[in-house]
Nanobody
Framework: QVQLVESGGGLVQAGGSLRLSCAAS????????MGWFRQAPGKEREFVAA????????YYQDSVKGRFTISRDNAKNTVYLQMNSLKPEDTAVYYC??????????????WGQGTQVTVSS
């Protein structure tokens, strides 16, 4: 069982930056790949980024490549999403998720409660 708690969301102007954090409970964090997803009002939840258990491999949605960076600190049981050059279309609730293998689909075993990111134009 893994419990995930996101933080770091907020309101930012277009072109600004935010760093999201997702803290995981338990001592088995390094056994899980981690993903970030987002869901805008009236839209389906979509993949943003994922990272392997060791952190050696990362994956991104095309629209965030070059702007977002996913990373993890296994000693702190935390995964991060650094978001730069934010755009109004990045506005959504951002969720972190955990499972054995990283993937772009939403069928991760564990999910956090989400954190709101709002980008004003």
């Amino acid at each position: 069982q893994v419990q995930l708690v996101e933080s770091g969301g907020g309101l930012v102007q277009a072109g600004g930056s935010l760093r999201l954090s997702c803290a995981a409970s338990g001592r088995t964090f390094s056994r899980y790949a981690m993903g970030w997803f987002r869901q805008a009002p009236g839209k389906e939840r979509e993949f943003v980024a994922a990272i392997s258990r060791s952190g050696e491999r990362t994956y991104y949605q095309d629209s965030v490549k070059g702007r977002f960076t996913i990373s993890r600190d296994n000693a702190k049981n935390t995964v991060y999403l650094q978001m730069n050059s934010l755009k109004p279309e990045d506005t959504a609730v951002y969720y972190c998720a955990a499972d054995i293998f990283p993937r772009v689909t939403t069928d991760y075993a564990y999910w956090g409660q989400g954190t709101q990111v709002t980008v004003s134009s």
